[in-house]
Structure formats: C-alpha cells, structure tokens
C-alpha cells in the first residue's frame, strides 16, 4: 500500500512565522502535490513537482514556496504566515502523470491555523 | 477554463440508491476519478472513467458520456458509513488533474 506521511495533524503558528510542512511517500512516486482544501471551495492546487529538484505552480501558488531535495520528499513553505493561509493542506502523490496512473493518494492532512 | 460542477449537498436513506452527477467543461479530457472523503480525512480513490459507459465495483458505479461532459456515481443499498463528500476529478491537457468542490452525502437511518 502507498503511504503518505505529512509532519503534523495540527499546526497553530503566529501571522509572520514562516512554516514548513512536510511530506513523505513511500512508493517511488514521481510526482507529488500539495492542495489546500477550503469549504465551499474544494481541493485547490497550490505547486507540484514531476521530479527531483523541478517544481510548478498551481492555480493558487501565491504567498507559498516549495522544496524537493529528494524523491520521496516535497515540503511546502510558507514563507510569511498570513490569517488567510488557515486551511486544510494536503499531499498527494501519483505514479505518473496522466490518466489512469495520475491516481492520487493522499496523506492525512495538516490543519494549519494562522493566528 | 476549466470547470466542474457537482450538487453541492444531498441526503438519503439507509437502504437507498443515490446518484451524484458531475459535469465538466474541460480541454483535452483524459480521465474521470471519483473520490471519497470522510470529514476530517483525507481524499480515498473509488473509481476511474476514460471511456464512455458504466464501471461497476460493488455497491458503487461509476458512469462516463464523454460527449456530454458528464458523469455519476451510484450508490446502491447505502449504508451509514457512506455519509461522505465524493470528489469528482477531471484529468485534462494529458497530465493536468482539476477537483471539483465536491457532493456532501448525509444518509440517515
């Protein structure tokens, strides 16, 4: 079974800290993705990243940077937490990209709180 | 752009059959996911569509009509623990992959 492990299941950090959230998986996947995810808006796509050391932006990348040093690793950054950075975040990895293999599998989430 | 649309909330009853429509409008369609979400947990694959017709695994189905950007999911003899959001996913542009909001399905005794 593909696992994927985020760092924390809740985080409360200051407006202005900078945050790291990590993410690991266990299958070799290619890819790997971060999405917030906000009621009444759905699982929105922040970056990805096909491989070691390539990243792309999203649909909503602003405000976020991202890392990916090894395979199984991809760490999301915010680099000046703000109040409207509180959400969901979750990562994802697929197998490949495009059809039938862009199956994602999701880790647990990370309930992030901006104070 | 792109876009998919989902209902956003809808109940049924234990024992039920319901169908969660999701229409789409998106540019080099190469796939349909369904996905599973209960509150406070994370996203679970249920099915995947590139051609046009009916999957079937279970008590869930999954249809495809790729010339009228639609599809369902089917829920047969529903159960408690089926209360959910689904999460229709669209992969298009070869190796894009877009969410829709998602369908909240309560199922009450």
């Known amino acids: 079974d593909v696992k994927v492990t985020q760092s924390s299941r809740y985080l409360v950090k200051r407006t202005g800290e900078k945050v790291f959230l990590e993410c690991v998986q266990d299958?070799?996947?290619?890819?790997m993705f971060w999405y917030r995810q906000d009621p009444g808006l759905g699982l929105r796509l922040i970056y990805f990243?096909?491989?070691?050391?390539?990243?792309e932006k999203g649909d909503i990348p602003e405000g976020y940077s991202v890392s990916r040093e090894k395979k199984e690793r991809f760490s999301l950054i915010l680099e000046s937490a703000s109040t409207n950075q509180t959400s969901m975040y979750l990562c994802?990895?697929?197998?490949?990209?495009?059809?039938?293999?862009?199956?994602?599998?999701f880790g647990p989430g990370t309930r992030l709180t901006v104070t | 752009g792109q876009n998919i649309d989902q209902p956003t909330e809808m109940t049924a009853t234990e024992g039920a059959i319901v169908q969660i429509n999701c229409t789409y409008q998106?540019?080099?369609?190469?796939?349909l996911f369904w996905y599973q979400q209960h509150a406070g947990e994370a996203p679970t694959f249920l099915s995947y569509?590139?051609?046009?017709g009916l999957e079937e695994k279970g008590r869930f189905s999954s249809f495809l009509s790729r010339s009228k950007g639609y599809s369902y999911l089917l829920l047969k003899e529903l159960q408690m623990k089926d209360s959910a959001s689904y999460l229709c996913a669209v992969v298009y542009n070869t190796d894009k992959l877009i969410f829709g909001t998602g369908t909240r399905l309560q199922v009450f005794p």
């Open positions: 569509n590139v051609l046009d």
């Open positions: 994802a990895s697929s197998l490949s990209p495009g059809g039938r293999l862009h199956e994602q599998y």
């Open positions: 299958m070799d996947h290619e890819n």
């Open positions: 990243s096909y491989d070691v050391k390539m990243k």
């Open positions: 998106t540019s080099g369609f190469n796939g």
